[in-house]
């Protein structure tokens, strides 16, 4: 298999518990992910779910208790100090929420996209430099410091700063925790330009529900696991016209588990145990408590379910 068709961003059951004090916080709970080169991808959540634990381990700056972590072909777990450096200097490029921690108050923005390219002994470039921050729309706060720009400016230029080695991806956390709607809607365009044009595989953890307008992807963290996924693309309708089309899914993992919705629970009050049943285009999934008896004698669920072994009995 060529590496093209290998995922930048692969987590497999990445498990991630917090110890102390006698309590154990499962922060990740076998969490799977695969980001294809070249995606732009929003992982959302409530507050708690894990999103920041997982941009920490892509980040290099933790690891998981257990489970698989790759970016662009790096295996996170087994990175040694060396490694780690080269890996965050060279194969990721980061967007923090804090501007202080994008950017050294005392250098010029082109100075600050210049810096990790001068740490990594290559040859500075200024047409580079440039042309980054032309890319990431803020070309005219080139001889700025931090302090002479605004929000959505620094975020812009912390953008050209983590594009400066060419890392093969962009890991952003929160990039607009801080700014106003408006500006925020700026920045995650300026993602969106660099993606389009550079092919840079992008991963944007956030709480921002206007990110939804500017990526393909959003990935929702629940409890530690990606539970659903909404896709985004243009259609045609009747007229003609072109529309956008958003479509949600649950997600499902390499041995077939699925997180059902809340609500769908609650409303069917589903719960420890479930029926399912493989019809010949769905699965069913019935309350325990409905239809059937408990002995799962001679009913239509049962009758089904049966239809579907010999099915697949004959399939093998
Ligand atoms: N270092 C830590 N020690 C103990 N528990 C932690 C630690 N870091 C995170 N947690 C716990 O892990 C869970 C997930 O936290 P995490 O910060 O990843 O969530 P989040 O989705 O990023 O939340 P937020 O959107 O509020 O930043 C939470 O219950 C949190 O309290």
């Given at each position: 298999?060529?590496?093209?068709?290998?995922?930048?961003?692969?987590?497999?059951?990445?498990?991630?518990?917090?110890?102390?004090?006698?309590?154990?916080?499962?922060?990740?709970?076998?969490?799977?992910?695969?980001?294809?080169?070249?995606?732009?991808?929003?992982?959302?959540?409530?507050?708690?779910?894990?999103?920041?634990?997982?941009?920490?381990?892509?980040?290099?700056?933790?690891?998981?208790?257990?489970?698989?972590?790759?970016?662009?072909?790096?295996?996170?777990?087994?990175?040694?100090?060396?490694?780690?450096?080269?890996?965050?200097?060279?194969?990721?490029?980061?967007?923090?929420?804090?501007?202080?921690?994008?950017?050294?108050?005392?250098?010029?923005?082109?100075?600050?996209?210049?810096?990790?390219?001068?740490?990594?002994?290559?040859?500075?470039?200024?047409?580079?430099?440039?042309?980054?921050?032309?890319?990431?729309?803020?070309?005219?706060?080139?001889?700025?410091?931090?302090?002479?720009?605004?929000?959505?400016?620094?975020?812009?230029?912390?953008?050209?700063?983590?594009?400066?080695?060419?890392?093969?991806?962009?890991?952003?956390?929160?990039?607009?925790?801080?700014?106003?709607?408006?500006?925020?809607?700026?920045?995650?365009?300026?993602?969106?330009?660099?993606?389009?044009?550079?092919?840079?595989?992008?991963?944007?953890?956030?709480?921002?529900?206007?990110?939804?307008?500017?990526?393909?992807?959003?990935?929702?963290?629940?409890?530690?696991?990606?539970?659903?996924?909404?896709?985004?693309?243009?259609?045609?309708?009747?007229?003609?016209?072109?529309?956008?089309?958003?479509?949600?899914?649950?997600?499902?993992?390499?041995?077939?588990?699925?997180?059902?919705?809340?609500?769908?629970?609650?409303?069917?009050?589903?719960?420890?145990?479930?029926?399912?049943g493989?019809?010949?285009?769905?699965?069913?999934?019935?309350?325990?408590?409905?239809?059937?008896?408990?002995?799962g004698?001679t009913?239509?669920l049962s009758e089904a379910s049966s239809k579907a072994s010999s099915d697949?009995?004959?399939?093998?």
């Amino acid at each position: 298999m060529g590496t093209e068709t290998q995922p930048h961003i692969l987590c497999e059951d990445v498990v991630r518990i917090f110890k102390g004090e006698g309590i154990e916080v499962q922060a990740l709970q076998g969490l799977n992910l695969r980001v294809m080169p070249g995606e732009m991808t929003a992982v959302v959540g409530a507050s708690g779910s894990g999103k920041s634990t997982l941009l920490t381990i892509l980040s290099g700056l933790d690891r998981p208790t257990a489970g698989r972590a790759q970016v662009a072909g790096v295996d996170l777990l087994g990175l040694g100090r060396k490694d780690r450096a080269r890996y965050q200097r060279q194969t990721v490029g980061f967007v923090w929420q804090q501007t202080p921690r994008n950017l050294l108050p005392y250098l010029t923005a082109a100075e600050n996209v210049a810096l990790p390219m001068a740490i990594s002994r290559r040859k500075e470039q200024q047409t580079r430099v440039n042309e980054l921050l032309e890319l990431a729309g803020v070309g005219h706060c080139k001889d700025r410091r931090p302090q002479e720009m605004s929000g959505g400016e620094q975020q812009r230029v912390a953008l050209a700063v983590a594009l400066s080695n060419s890392p093969a991806v962009i890991l952003a956390d929160e990039p607009t925790g801080e700014l106003d709607e408006h500006t925020s809607a700026d920045v995650l365009g300026a993602m969106r330009t660099v993606n389009e044009e550079l092919g840079t595989t992008t991963l944007i953890v956030t709480h921002d529900p206007t990110v939804s307008e500017h990526v393909k992807r959003t990935v929702q963290i629940r409890d530690g696991r990606c539970s659903t996924e909404t896709l985004r693309r243009t259609g045609l309708n009747n007229d003609g016209d072109e529309h956008l089309i958003a479509e949600e899914f649950a997600v499902i993992d390499r041995v077939g588990r699925l997180q059902l919705p809340q609500d769908f629970m609650q409303t069917l009050e589903m719960k420890d145990r479930v029926r399912l049943g493989l019809e010949p285009d769905h699965v069913r999934v019935t309350p325990a408590s409905s239809d059937a008896s408990p002995d799962g004698s001679t009913d239509a669920l049962s009758e089904a379910s049966s239809k579907a072994s010999s099915d697949a009995e004959e399939t093998r």
